[in-house]
């Protein structure tokens, strides 16, 4: 990735300076992060894996023992559902950072395990309404961050819930306006875009 500042040996006006490209690797200490990010997102997301199956395997083995209606059943009860978001929510950010690969795959299962980070992006609550699914060519991490993107669009709507998400086979249904950046990924991986009444239609490529 590459930053610009106003080359030191050119004595031009400010407003015609011509600029200059500084690469990563004159910032250590960001790129020293990124490898070490990198480095560890691997075992980072075994450890959250085996974290969360400990910790949803121990509710769930505790709550037939606990007695219906007493503040504790449902404090672990609560617990419980928490435990069950973190790991979608780990997992789904996790995932993003794993290695390029293309596989056939259910476009209803891809949205709801992407579904919190989605939600997180629009700013608001946001609802997956399933009306129909179909096997589609997931592209990972690239088709996963170019949703996000187009998520992202609904932070600019007023507070409250968002347009549901709307998935129709292949077709999902986005109810806001969705960024250039997520267009342009989109239409790179292969999908279709429409505007229509209810928003922007997205067919995603087959599988």
């Known amino acids: 990735m590459k930053s610009w500042r106003d080359c030191p040996d050119d004595r031009s006006p400010p407003a015609s300076r011509r600029r200059c490209s500084v690469t990563e690797e004159q910032e250590p200490g960001a790129q020293v992060a990124a490898e070490a990010m990198a480095l560890l997102l691997r075992p980072v997301r075994h450890a959250v894996n085996n974290l969360s199956m400990v910790l949803t395997a121990n509710l769930d083995a505790a709550m ?23 790991d979608q929510l780990a997992r789904g950010f996790l ?8 596989r056939p795959a259910p476009a209803g299962r891809l949205m709801q395990e992407l579904l919190p980070l989605l939600t997180l992006a629009a700013g608001g609550p946001l609802e997956l309404r399933l009306l129909g699914n179909a096997i589609i060519r997931r592209q990972s991490p690239a088709l996963e961050g170019a949703l996000i993107l187009a998520a992202a669009g609904a932070a600019a709507l007023p507070p409250g819930p968002r347009p549901p998400l709307r998935l129709d086979g292949a077709r999902l249904t986005f109810g806001w306006s969705i960024p250039p950046a997520a267009r342009a990924a989109l239409e790179g991986l292969g999908a279709t875009l429409e505007r229509g009444e209810e928003g922007v239609s997205v067919t995603l490529p087959a599988g």
Do not use: I, K, M, N
């Not at 504790?72 to 617990?79: E, F, L, S």
């Not at 995932?95 to 293309?102: K, P, S």
């Open 95 to 102: 995932a993003l950072g794993r290695e390029e690969g293309v």
């Open 64 to 86: 037939p023992r606990l007695p219906p209606g007493e503040v504790a059943t449902r404090q672990v009860g609560r617990a419980r559902e928490a435990a069950a978001e973190y």
